[in-house]
């Protein structure tokens, strides 16, 4: 009785502490300390414990960046190994072993022909793509084409929350209060059958829409950045099947640069290694993140080709150096977590086995689509997204907050999910068993059938 005690004392404490000294990220604070948050302790496979012992499957991979499960042997003892050799030394002016180790093996599993060849590190999703819009519009401006200084993104799109990672973004909800901070960009619609006024016709639509854009604003591009086949933040956003070869065959027709950010899309969420993979489409700069450590450390990378690559160099004097770094740039323990995580990819055949289980994925939807409530199902390997709706298919008030409050009731089922409005987000962990997976969308569909 004593140890129960203490430990519900012990939750009280940290709530408290918590609502007195944090600021939560993309969170309404005023009703957050207003709400009692669960306080995560530990993390098994794919669950996560909360400091009371309850047990909650991680729905949401720790949003959409755990890979294998928590506490894998495989991982811990690369970080263990790496601390005893050293945590931390800089790549500005310096090399490290296990950054090099890890480029020469991220390279060759993130190209389709090898295009891909040069590795530049940093520390999240929004960096990654920050970086590549800063090279892009270098690349040019060393070509000796000033004039290209423009950026096209999708509506909907979500690329990060540094300056110039949110200019690229389409999402009011998200961006519009920065809109006097930002670069201007020009924004296409989202290839999304089920939003687009040309339905299975969307993904023709919105190239026809971009070949004028490029044709219009012809040696003005700098590139086309996008999200490959899904975009997460924006609502799950599946797009029409041969979009993104269609507008690689696109940016290569007007010679504008492609940026892929995969920083949600890779590592397995999509059924592919890369969202890319999926139609043969080798871009000219992708970012990575979120999974690259298995969701274990911060870390990220933009990827790029050797044409790219060339045009920096030169003399200290032309001007023509990338003047871009972080303190962490390529931390070795991050590294090292990061070349374990690929290499357990391939041990464990983690793409492979996924087939079965997106299926899994697949069958379930379908049994949760007449619920009067479901509105629409999303899925892209194992990101989902699920609409919530009146019974008359009428949204629901956005003051209510019905998504935020499913999701809450979620936890009664030992389920952590998240809303993004009235969707409901699933993106379990690439390497989730079946077994788990099958009780976590059953309980989702538990949750939504009990709700209303």
Known sequence: MTDKVDVSHRSDRLRRTDQRCLWHPFTPMRLWLADEPVVIERGEGFWLIDTDGRRYIDGVSSLWCNVHGHRVEQLDEAIRGQLDKIAHSTLLGLACDVSIELAEALLPVASIGGELTRVFY????????????????????????????????????????????VSLGGIDLFHKIYHPLLFETIFVDSPCPQFHPAGENAGEAVLDQLDVVMRTHRGEICAVTVEPLIQGAGGMLTHARGFLQGLRELTRRHDVLLIADEVATGFGRTGRMFACHHEGVACDLMCMAKGLTGGYLPLAATLTTEEIFEAFLGEPTEGKTFYHGHTYTGNALACAVALASLKRFQTERVIERMAPKIDLITRRLAEMRPLPNVARTRQCGFMVGIDLARADGKPFDLA?????????????????????????????APAMDAETLDRLLAGVTETIDAFF
């Open 122 to 165: 940093s520390d999240s999703g929004s960096e990654a793509v920050e970086i590549a819009l800063k090279i892009a519009y270098q690349y040019w401006q060393n070509k000796g084409q000033p004039k290209r200084r423009r950026f096209i993104a999708l509506r909907e799109g979500y690329h990060g929350d540094t300056v110039g990672s």
């Open 400 to 428: 209510a907050r019905t998504g935020a409050a499913v999701c809450q009731a979620a936890r009664r089922c030992g389920i952590i999910i998240r809303p993004l409005g009235d969707t409901v987000v699933l993106m379990p």
